[in-house]
């Protein structure tokens, strides 16, 4: 069967969940799982920071890539369990994904009924949009 390469991600991440969940013996409600599952995509966002050095007051090192990139990879794992734990599939996540795209572009360029997002130029006018 070939699967697209999202729905291949949520497959592997609802059965890394499963599995955790039967051999820790965890059963907690949906409430519980969202906060943990965001309070693990946080701490992996910190750990994204660290590794990108944003402590001014510290000497700089060299960038590790290949550990921002893990780090980058951890906080996806969360983020798939908290879509799934939401009823979310690939499918579903990618439609949201291009329709919200869609509207935060019509934002830039006023085209949407939620106001404050567009960009004035000069003039206080609104700058010529592209259609996307």
Do not use: T
Request: aromatic share 10%; hydrophobic share 35%; net charge negative.
């Amino acid at each position: 069967m070939d699967m697209d390469r999202l729905d291949v991600i949520f497959s592997l991440q609802k059965s890394l969940d499963e599995d955790i969940m039967q051999r820790r013996n965890l059963n907690y409600s949906y409430e519980e799982w969202m906060q943990k599952d965001a309070l693990a995509c946080i701490e992996e966002i910190m750990e994204v920071l660290n590794e990108v050095q944003y402590k001014w007051w510290k000497n700089k090192k060299p960038q590790d890539q290949a550990a921002i990139r893990e780090e980058l990879v951890d906080v996806l794992h969360f983020f798939v369990s908290m879509c799934i734990r939401s009823g979310m599939d690939g499918k579903a996540l990618y439609e949201g994904y291009v329709a919200k795209n869609k509207e935060n572009f019509d934002r830039q360029y006023g085209r949407s009924q939620k106001q404050g997002y567009e960009v004035k130029d000069v003039v206080g006018e609104e700058a010529a949009a592209p259609e996307v």
